[in-house]
């Protein structure tokens, strides 16, 4: 049974950092795309970041970009999510996704076959 299971999240002040986590069991990272997504009350599901393993090769949505890493570690099938600078509007649930995503729709939800439950981030102002 394929399980992808984030951690991390919490509340900081604007400004602050978070490092979210990402673990995959029953399923390998290798060629294959890992992704956050987040999702705020009221919006549409949005692509955050995303990493190919093994070779790393990574994407960002504009909003994060200078802001965001993603990273992985492939003897964990761990991916994480490195938020600096957070603002107000990167208060979201964040999910970790999986799958064999095409490059170029790599921020398509409907790509990804695995799901994480979500982590809740909160930046105040």
């Known amino acids: 049974k394929v399980q992808v299971v984030e951690s991390g999240g919490g509340s900081v002040q604007a400004g602050g950092s978070l490092r979210l986590s990402c673990a995959a069991s029953?399923?390998?990272?290798?060629?294959?795309?890992m992704g956050w997504f987040r999702q705020a009350p009221g919006k549409e599901r949005e692509g955050v970041a995303v990493?190919?393993?093994?070779?790393?090769?990574?994407n960002y949505a504009a909003s994060v970009k200078g802001r965001f890493t993603i990273s992985q570690d492939n003897a964990k099938n761990t991916v994480y999510l490195q938020m600096n600078s957070l603002k107000p509007e990167d208060t979201a649930m964040y999910y970790c996704?999986?799958?064999?995503?095409?490059?170029?729709?790599?921020?398509?939800?409907?790509?990804?076959?695995?799901w994480g439950q979500g982590t809740q981030v909160t930046v105040s102002s």
């Open positions: 990493i190919y393993t093994p070779g790393g090769s990574t």
């Open positions: 996704a999986a799958g064999r995503v095409r490059w170029s729709s790599w921020n398509d939800a409907n790509e990804y076959s695995y």
């Open positions: 029953g399923y390998t990272t290798l060629n294959n795309r």
